[in-house]
């Protein structure tokens, strides 16, 4: 489905200016992504908005997705099960339950799942230096203490769950559900 509205988007746009956009594949795969993440980033405020935690959910996405950029992880081959995917988990996440005990836990396991699993880079990804992957790693860290700080401050727990959620993608065991996942999902078409 996004792929489609992706071809159609890079076949206005390579009519429109053949000389000077890139070439029409790199189109494709850029309007897809940006396509999916509005997709998955629209549906799951209505869904946050439906279920009346429009400001959770929304503290979850920023998280992850920030986290996400940082830290990498396993990719879904279909842009419509990744949506998916991602919404189903962020609605599982904003009802996490929360404690002051439990969020020292969650911010803690996150700290130390970044710390072992990130960054995680598909085979076919570019890897950067260590240099700059430690300062990506630094990063990551640093955004994991604010949402801390955050949830201590405001009483605002859904920077710490977002975090937590892409951690725990992060895992060797949530690598290989994805790419089992992709197996499923490859064999069923």
Same mark, same amino acid.
């Given at each position: 489905m996004?792929?489609?509205?992706?071809? $159609?988007?890079?076949?206005?746009i390579?009519?429109?200016?053949?000389d000077?956009?890139?070439?029409?594949?790199?189109?494709?795969?850029?309007?897809?992504i940006?396509?999916?993440?509005?997709?998955?980033?629209?549906? $799951?405020?209505v869904?946050?908005a439906?279920?009346?935690?429009?400001?959770?959910?929304?503290?979850?996405?920023?998280?992850?997705?920030?986290?996400?950029?940082?830290?990498?992880?396993?990719?879904?081959?279909?842009?419509?099960?990744?949506?998916?995917?991602?919404?189903?988990?962020?609605?599982?996440?904003?009802?996490?339950?929360?404690?002051?005990?439990?969020?020292?836990?969650?911010?803690?396991?996150?700290?130390?799942?970044?710390?072992?699993?990130?960054?995680?880079?598909?085979?076919?990804?570019?890897?950067?230096?260590?240099?700059?992957?430690?300062?990506?790693?630094?990063?990551?860290?640093?955004?994991?203490?604010?949402?801390?700080?955050?949830?201590?401050?405001?009483?605002?727990?859904?920077?710490?769950?977002?975090?937590?959620?892409?951690?725990l993608?992060l895992?060797?065991?949530?690598?290989?559900l994805?790419?089992?996942?992709?197996?499923?999902?490859?064999?069923?078409?």
């Open positions: 996004f792929e489609r509205w992706a071809m $159609a988007c890079a076949d206005h390579k009519k429109s200016n053949p000077e956009t890139e070439p029409h594949d790199i189109l494709v795969f850029g309007f897809t940006v396509i999916n993440l509005l997709f998955t980033f629209l549906l $799951a405020l869904l946050g439906l279920l009346g935690v429009l400001a959770l959910t929304l503290q979850v996405i920023l998280s992850f997705m920030l986290l996400r950029v940082l830290t990498g992880g396993a990719h879904l081959e279909s842009s419509l099960a990744c949506s998916i995917a991602s919404l189903f988990l962020i609605s599982a996440f904003v009802w996490l339950p929360v404690s002051p005990w439990l969020m020292y836990v969650y911010f803690i396991s996150t700290i130390i799942l970044i710390v072992l699993y990130a960054p995680y880079y598909e085979p076919h990804q570019v890897q950067h230096s260590t240099e700059w992957e430690r300062k990506k790693k630094y990063a990551a860290i640093g955004s994991v203490c604010m949402g801390m700080l955050i949830y201590l401050l405001f009483g605002q727990p859904g920077f710490v769950f977002g975090s937590l959620l892409q951690a993608l895992t060797p065991a949530s690598i290989t994805t790419y089992k996942l992709n197996t499923l999902i490859n064999n069923g078409r």
